[in-house]
């Protein structure tokens, strides 16, 4: 479990209990004040016990140091670290060539349903309504939009006869609005966990599509779900949509 101390792999480590067959050996973490049920490691080349996957659920900063060791073990990787470049996307891809890679931006198998959703929606009210992302997270996440925010920005271009600009902000815009673009929204604030919302903005109607996680733990075992799916696959690389697809 990399980062096992953080936020996240704390409310994993919790949930693992909960799964048959599935069993935290290790854990990696530069902070190891904490105490867990299974030895962490401060350096991943220290680490010295079997493992078949490992979870990713830490910085953009320790990638390449998380994905070197899954590909130099050839064991599975989940990675579920969310701000990844462009790069390190790519990177995912070249890898998946050696092991199998789960990679999604976001762990909530309701997230992706949405997804889903509002590609359908996409393609019947293209041409007359307009399209608007909201997403709102706690005032400790740092990237911005999330990247939940921009997948289903993708998603939705990918069903459009008219590819659509991506308008971040408006303040700078002194224009009406067009209609080849999707805004995006990005709300920082308190605790909030996890909330994306798109609208399809008519003439006198609104449709609205809308995912709310209350808890980590929607995340948690997503996260968990993707680790027993992928852990016996071939090579290559998976997402959400695979697993829905199996359960």
Not at 10 to 30: P, R
Not at 192 to 209: C, K, L
Request: a negative charge.
């Amino acid at each position: 479990m990399s980062g096992c101390n953080g936020k996240m792999g704390q409310v994993i480590t919790k949930l693992s209990s909960q799964f048959d067959g599935l069993k935290i050996v290790a854990g990696y973490d530069k902070n190891d004040a904490v105490k867990n049920p299974y030895p962490v490691f401060t350096d991943l080349k220290d680490c010295d016990v079997d493992i078949d996957v490992v979870i990713d659920f830490s910085h953009p900063s320790a990638f390449n140091s998380v994905l070197d060791f899954a590909v130099s073990r050839r064991v599975a990787l989940v990675m579920a670290t969310t701000g990844l470049s462009q790069a390190n996307v790519k990177s995912l891809e070249d890898a998946s060539g050696a092991i199998p890679i789960f990679f999604s931006s976001n762990m909530s198998l309701g997230v992706n349903l949405v997804v889903d959703l509002v590609k359908k929606a996409a393609k019947v009210l293209e041409d007359n309504f307009d399209i608007e992302i909201i997403e709102l997270h706690h005032n400790q996440k740092i990237d911005a939009p999330s990247g939940t925010a921009l997948t289903i920005a993708d998603a939705i271009n990918s069903v459009l006869h008219q590819k659509r600009d991506y308008v971040f902000d408006r303040h700078s815009r002194r224009k009406k609005r067009s209609k080849g673009e999707i805004g995006i929204h990005s709300i920082r604030g308190g605790t909030i966990v996890g909330e994306h919302s798109v609208i399809f903005a008519g003439n006198d109607e609104i449709i609205e599509i809308k995912h709310t996680a209350t808890s980590k733990e929607v995340f948690g075992i997503g996260a968990l779900k993707a680790a027993a799916f992928v852990v016996s696959k071939e090579p290559g690389l998976y997402s959400m949509k695979d697993l829905v697809e199996n359960i």
